[in-house]
């Protein structure tokens, strides 16, 4: 016969503490677990963590604890008072299962926020019939200790980006650390300013900034004028997921345009539906899209012309050497200024101002792993949408640490035990035969 109890120590074993009963809840849909301090162990001050004589004991408390095969699960236990003569206060004690005011137990906090990771963090409320409020709490408090807990190292390469989170020009700055071994999300920065990117220089401090040999950018000015003052000794990159966002975004423009100029001028709407036919990369397209594009080609269009330079821009991408890829850049942007196309000639101008950084992409190309910056910010924005509904910063930084940061997590078992990290979707207790399970009645 095999107990919850036994179960639970196999699993959560918490020193100086023992499970002293498990029986049905009143409503006979929640476990409730007693627990006792063993004999003899003494508490534990929870303001300077040492062992202190007793003062007294507190009503029972209720920890909430790892569902199981639908019942909610509750540890129960009387807090006892020490009277620390180190703190000189009757302190209450330190439990290892949850931390401060928390209804919480860590063990279940942690199993909430590994979940809440792969589902949105209703759906995790839900699965779990707890609340929101109490994902938040879960993620909060293994983000919290995940960040107290993380090495920095050295980090060569560093990536900034942002990310409009709402309507109204709401951004993050977002700072990842792309070196060709780690790529984890570093910084979250309120809004995109000089302020914000400052902020990651001084959580780091000057001894790791002074190391950055990358730096990642867009050409958004507050970035260029950080990275000047704060690494002016790394190779600054403009990169090339931003430059091509950027292309595309002025394509758009010049398509939108006349788009509405042939519709003004009741001509045939030849761009109709066109967007995604001249956003897409040629080689990304289906058959019958490239014939749909074959088609719209051979209209003496702006828009066809601006698409037609979009496409040449890519060969940039090929060259090897900086002193070719700037000879290209050169050509290309002296054809787009003769080309009348206003929205192009704005990119070229740009790319024209920032000639030196680009080519930075050509000298370090090997030393980086491409991509890296453009595939972590399609990350965030999934991570963002699965939070949708509470677009708050506070909200989105969590999540953001939390499915990109890679942090360290919170032990889920007593101090001083292995640590056993079990994937949430693959749980060891369910491989248990169901009738070996007899509880306290
Ligand atoms: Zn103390």
């Not at 004589?53 to 236990?77: C, K």
């Not at 005011?101 to 199993?111: G, N």
């Not at 004028?225 to 423009?253: G, M, P, Q, W, Y």
Request: glycine share 6%; with cysteine.
């Amino acid at each position: 016969m095999l107990q919850l109890i036994t179960i639970l120590n196999r699993c959560h074993r918490f020193p100086g503490f023992v499970y002293h009963q498990a029986r049905f809840g009143s409503d006979r849909k929640s476990i409730e677990i007693a627990v006792r301090p063993r004999k003899g162990s003494r508490a534990v001050c929870s303001r300077c963590h040492q062992p202190a004589p007793g003062y007294d004991q507190l009503a029972e408390r209720r920890f909430e604890f790892i569902p199981f095969w639908g019942f909610l699960v509750f540890l129960l236990y009387s807090m006892r008072r020490v009277d620390c003569r180190r703190c000189e206060a009757v302190v209450v004690e330190e439990v290892p299962w949850a931390d401060g005011k928390r209804t919480l137990t860590r063990a279940y906090m942690l199993f909430l926020a590994r979940w809440a990771r792969k589902l949105s963090w209703k759906e995790t409320a839900e699965a779990f019939r707890t609340s929101w409020e109490k994902v938040f709490d879960a993620v909060e408090y293994v983000v919290t200790f995940g960040l107290e807990h993380r090495v920095l190292g050295q980090i060569d390469a560093i990536g900034v980006d942002e990310i409009q989170y709402a309507k109204g020009h709401k951004y993050l700055t977002l700072v990842y650390q792309i070196d060709l071994g780690v790529t984890r999300l570093l910084w979250v920065g309120r809004e995109r300013t000089i302020e914000s990117f400052q902020g990651f220089f001084t959580m780091i401090g000057d001894e790791i900034a002074s190391r950055i040999v990358f730096v990642c950018s867009d050409m958004w000015k507050p970035y260029l004028t950080v990275i000047r003052e704060k690494c002016s000794e790394a190779l600054h990159i403009l990169d090339r997921f931003h430059i091509v966002a950027n292309l595309n975004k002025a394509l758009d423009e010049v398509r939108a345009g006349e788009s509405r100029r042939i519709a003004f001028e009741g001509r045939i709407p030849v761009l109709k539906k066109s967007r995604w036919l001249l956003l897409k990369r040629g080689d990304n397209l289906k058959t019958e899209q490239r014939f749909r594009l074959r088609d719209l080609l051979r209209y003496n269009l702006k828009t066809v012309r601006a698409y037609l330079l979009k496409e040449a821009f890519q060969q940039l991408w090929d060259y090897n050497s900086a002193t070719w890829a700037g000879k290209f850049l050169d050509e290309w942007c002296r054809q787009v200024m003769r080309s009348r196309i206003e929205p192009m000639k704005k990119i070229a101008r740009s790319l024209r101002d920032h000639r030196e950084l680009i080519l930075n992409y050509f000298r370090a190309q090997k030393l980086l792993s491409s991509g890296v910056v453009e595939g972590l910010n399609n990350k965030a924005k999934i991570t963002m949408r699965k939070s949708y509904g509470f677009r708050t910063f506070r909200c989105l930084e969590l999540a953001l640490y939390h499915s990109l940061g890679k942090l360290p997590e919170p032990e889920s078992v007593a101090v001083g035990m292995p640590v056993t990290q079990h994937p949430p979707h693959r749980s060891p207790r369910a491989a248990l035969p169901h009738e070996a399970l007899i509880l306290d009645a």
